[in-house]
């Protein structure tokens, strides 16, 4: 198996890939390359958007993720912490509350919904606006993918990304907190285990970007857990009433595209999903052409976390659900309200590190020659078919080119122009 | 001393009047080729955003330009020559909040008056000549730390 520089959440299976090509588009950060019919990937320019596992038609990229058997418990206590977009993978009448039953039947000690923390997050962040005078706009930080776009790519714009807690974080050491408490055990002796539909949280567990701890212990993918609890949901069940899920709210749903940016009392908002438009919008932002955008949510997947790829329903029945329960439980912002100000006054929501931006290998550690091997690059470009084919194995001709600067790739390996060049 | 024997990168791009589509490119390409560079990130963000700023104008107030890029480990340069209507009165220019700016253009978000003291604040060295009714050359110069 390959050695990474970076921790990712997937790697290639060499015997499954066919060297079709696909993924070489797909990649938003030109990370992929093809070489004798096999796919790797560059570990600096991977960010672990999952573009790749979704566009292989042969399910080479494999996503690893941690799973419910395969991981031996722990600690003593085994917490479940859902993603909100584990109820919209559930048809209506499954009530969210009939969902966390059904965590604990299919084997967790306890369960911790993240709705509250929405809330909180949802109110630090908008004390947060109403505060800054530094450079606009601010840009969510609850996507790893993003933040990790943004570190490899646009390493200016980490001073944008906003500097608070995610709810799942707040979450988690909340859970620890009160169930160590409760149960006079240490904090280290509770497993937080996140439920989730993304690939990038699983990295961003083991390797945030703040270069900090997470207080979650493991990510386990939606589409593992599924099958167990559908069944788990199915049957009657005459406890829920005996379960204290009191703290439903749904709201801010978090899950779901321009769901928290309705509640953040500024007018000047952009909601964008999907690497390509992200990556569009960030381009503009770079260029300072979004002067007057206070606050930015992007999330990789397209229409939000509900698109990830390890969710088990399809997006768009997954968002219709979304609203629906959005629309049944409200959020619950103004009952908060007090205490989050009060939390956010105290530092309780602010990340301990800043986001900084990812160090690339540059094309030579000396800037003159660094600077020559840009010239020799541009010369190379210039002599390429620029149709971005592909059949060399990177992604565009200017990746080829670089590759050849870089050592990397054959000037040969481009078959276009060596075939030109016979005639 | 960066004589012009140092000059070991120089590229020209070119910029069309009115394009509004195509705006903002040069910018980026030459910031993807300062990060390429390893430029501190300092560095590379003044470069772009005085040399989208310049860019911005010939889109609004010129017909074209050539843009001419030099680098060197010392310092960057950016001279932007365009054909135009020039600018009558320089110093006027220059000021915070001036602009002729029609209301299509202030639509579109511009029209501030903030450009040309933008350059001025990113760069180094920033060189500004015109002739009304041939054109303008604004050169830009930004050090690099050694
Ligand atoms: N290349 C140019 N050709 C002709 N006139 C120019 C040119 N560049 C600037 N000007 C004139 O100088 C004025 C000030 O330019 P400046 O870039 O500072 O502000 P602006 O373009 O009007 O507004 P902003 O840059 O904030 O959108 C412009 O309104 C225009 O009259
Ligand atoms: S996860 Fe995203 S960035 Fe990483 S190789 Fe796949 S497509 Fe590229
Ligand atoms: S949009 Fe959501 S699911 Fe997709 S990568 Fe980002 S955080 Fe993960
Ligand atoms: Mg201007």
């Given at each position: 198996m390959?050695?990474?520089?970076?921790?990712h959440a997937h790697e290639v299976n060499q015997e499954a890939c066919h060297g079709r090509m696909k993924c070489l588009r797909a990649c938003p950060t030109d990370a992929i390359r093809v070489k004798d019919g096999k796919a790797h990937f560059i570990s600096e320019l991977c960010v672990d958007c999952g573009e790749c596992i979704t566009a292989c038609p042969h399910g080479a990229f494999v996503p690893l993720a941690d799973t419910l058997e395969g991981t031996p418990r722990k600690g003593k206590l085994r917490v479940a912490i859902p993603s909100p977009v584990l109820y919209s993978q559930f048809p209506s009448e499954v009530s969210p509350r009939r969902i966390l039953r059904g965590l604990l039947q299919i084997g967790f000690d306890h369960v911790?919904?993240?709705a509250k923390a929405c809330d909180?997050?949802?109110?630090?962040?908008?004390?947060?606006?109403?505060?800054?005078?530094?450079?606009?706009?601010?840009?969510?930080?609850?996507?790893p993918a993003v933040v990790r776009l943004i570190q490899v790519k646009y390493p200016e714009l980490t001073e944008n990304v906003l500097p608070l807690q995610v709810p799942r974080e707040m979450t988690a050491r909340e859970a620890k907190r009160k169930l160590a408490r409760e149960n006079g055990i240490s904090e280290s002796e509770v497993e937080a285990v996140y439920i989730t539909s993304c690939p990038a949280k699983v990295v961003s567990i083991r390797q945030p970007a703040e270069g900090t701890k997470s207080a979650l212990d493991t990510a386990i993918a939606i589409s593992?857990?599924?099958?167990?609890l559908r069944e788990a949901v199915s049957e009657p069940d005459s406890k829920i009433k005996d379960e204290l899920f009191d703290d439903i709210t749904y709201g801010p749903g978090w899950s779901s595209l321009g769901a928290i940016t309705g509640l953040l009392e500024t007018k000047r908002w952009i909601a964008v999903s999907g690497m390509s438009d992200v990556t569009k919008l960030l381009d503009d932002i770079e260029n300072s052409k979004l002067r007057n955008v206070e606050f930015i949510e992007a999330a990789a997947c397209l229409g939000g976390c509900i698109g990830g790829s390890l969710a088990v329903e399809n997006v768009y029945v997954a968002r219709s659900r979304t609203i629906r329960l959005a629309q049944k439980f409200g959020h619950n912002i103004a009952r908060h309200e007090h205490r989050a100000e009060r939390l956010y006054r105290s530092g309780f929501f602010s990340i301990e590190s800043p986001i900084a931006?990812?160090?690339?290998?540059?094309?030579?550690p000396d800037i003159a020659r660094a600077i020559a091997k840009v010239k020799e690059r541009d010369e190379i470009y210039a002599s390429l078919p620029k149709i971005d084919c592909g059949a060399c194995g990177s992604p565009t001709c200017m990746a080829f080119a670089e590759d050849v600067v870089k050592g990397y790739a054959e000037l040969s390996a481009c078959v276009v122009g060596a075939a030109r060049a016979a005639h | 001393m960066t004589g012009e024997r140092d000059i070991v990168l120089k590229e020209q791009f070119s910029v069309t009047g009115r394009d509004f589509g195509r705006a903002g490119s040069v910018s980026t390409t030459i910031k993807s080729m300062l990060k390429q560079i390893g430029f501190p990130p300092d560095v590379v963000r003044r470069v772009a955003i005085a040399t989208?700023?310049?860019?911005?104008?010939?889109?609004?107030?010129?017909?074209?330009?050539?843009?001419?890029?030099e680098v060197t480990p010392a310092a960057i340069t950016v001279t932007l020559e365009d054909q135009g209507r020039g600018i009558a009165d320089i110093e006027q220019a220059m000021?915070?909040?001036?602009?002729?700016?029609?209301d299509e253009i202030r639509e579109m978000g511009f029209g501030a008056g903030m450009g040309l003291p933008n350059i001025k604040k990113n760069s180094d060295d920033l060189e500004v000549t015109s002739e009304v009714g041939v054109g303008t050359i604004v050169r830009i110069k930004v050090l690099a730390p050694q």
């Open positions: 390959a050695t990474y520089k970076y921790y911790f919904d993240v909180w997050a949802t109110l630090a962040t908008r004390s947060y606006l109403k505060e800054h005078t530094g450079r606009w706009p601010i840009i969510s930080s609850f996507c593992e857990i599924y099958p167990a931006p990812r160090a690339l290998s540059p094309l030579d | 989208y700023e310049a860019e911005m104008n010939v889109v609004v107030y010129a017909d074209r330009a050539t843009v001419t890029f000021r915070e909040g001036y602009s002729t700016a029609t």
